[in-house]
């Protein structure tokens, strides 16, 4: 089997690879310069050149507040991007793995989301990735939609990485107290991903690591395993401005997947001892 990345040099996508490598499952590692994801006929001519059994769409436009002041680039990748890589899956007979987000969901639910609950984004990331699932679901019959969310590892630009550089620098940090979702170990969610496209398996799924936490608890976790006295004032939201609105519950509910991922602490622990490793931190 023969399985297309792209966003390959991304923090999901690298992972992805790494993961299809130690497997040895040969994998075509595509990245912006592969060809151009919002330009129809050239998102086909490579499908068509690489010919794949499946793909792994990791590629995204994922700067969730600078969304809300170029919405049109925002929906050109994630919504019409996604559309064209759905219809040259489709035209190529190869499957489509779509990674989507908790950010489709409004986040005023009391309890985990659901794969069928109903979706209601609040900003305009939200809404691209929703139309990119609605895109997959009509275009292409094999395909996976997998949603997670609170992405990190040691590669790439994500909480941990932002919490431990911002810790450098004072001896205390404001981080929000009312968000509350579950953080995903990016190698982890790769290693599920490679296991899911190798079935038959279609559908929406949600993918996340086990347990929950606030964005506050989630910076003390990090703060006390990589030993950095550093103190967290944990706020609401409403003190910490920021352009996009954001989903107060992000909890997905993981435990549809098989098996269940380890939980968001020991992704953490494995984080840290990679930073440690390569002398990040
Ligand atoms: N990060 C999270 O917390 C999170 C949560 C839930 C879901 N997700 C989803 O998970 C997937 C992977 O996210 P990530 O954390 O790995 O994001 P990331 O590190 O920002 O990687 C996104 C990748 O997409 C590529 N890309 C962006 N615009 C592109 C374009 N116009 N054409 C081609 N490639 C383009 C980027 O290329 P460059 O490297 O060249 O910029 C990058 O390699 C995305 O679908 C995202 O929506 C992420």
Redo the contacts with the bound molecule.
């Keep these: 089997m023969k399985i297309l990345v ?9 992972a992805v690879c790494a993961e299809l490598n130690q497997k040895g499952i040969p994998c075509i590692a595509a ?2 310069d592969s ?4 330009d129809r006929e050239s998102v086909d001519a490579f499908v068509r050149s690489a010919a794949p059994d499946a793909i792994i ?7 969730v507040d600078r969304a809300e002041l170029e919405p049109e680039r925002c929906m ?3 919504a019409q ?1 996604t559309a064209f890589l759905a219809q040259a899956a489709a035209d190529t007979g190869a499957k489509l793995l ?6 489709v969901f409004s986040g005023a639910a009391a309890e985990p989301y659901g794969p069928d609950d109903p979706r209601g984004p609040v900003n305009v ?1 939200g809404l691209s ?1 929703l139309q990119a699932e609605e895109a997959v679901r009509s275009l292409c019959k094999r395909s996976f939609i997998v ?6 590892s040691a590669e ?4 941990v990485r932002k919490i431990l550089s911002q810790a450098r620098e004072t001896r205390s940090l404001r981080v929000v107290c009312d968000q509350t979702g579950c953080p ?1 170990y ?1 190698p982890d969610l790769a290693a599920y991903l490679v296991q899911l496209i190798r079935t038959d398996h279609y559908g929406i799924t949600h993918a996340v690591n086990s347990g929950f936490c606030t964005r506050s608890e989630f910076a003390s976790a990090i703060l006390r395993l990589a030993r950095i006295p550093c103190q967290v004032m944990p706020v609401p939201s409403s003190v910490v401005p920021s352009v996009a609105r954001r989903p107060l519950n992000s909890r997905l509910d993981g435990a549809g997947t098989e098996p269940v991922l380890p939980t968001w602490q020991s992704g953490l622990q494995r984080c840290i001892s990679d930073l440690v490793r390569t002398g990040a931190l």
């Design positions: 792209t966003g390959a040099h991304g923090q999901l996508g690298r990245g912006r060809f151009t994801l919002t769409h990791c590629a995204a436009y994922t700067d050109a990748v994630n991007g779509l990674v989507s987000t908790d950010y990331y990735k949603r997670t969310s609170w992405l990190f790439g630009s994500n909480f995903t990016a």
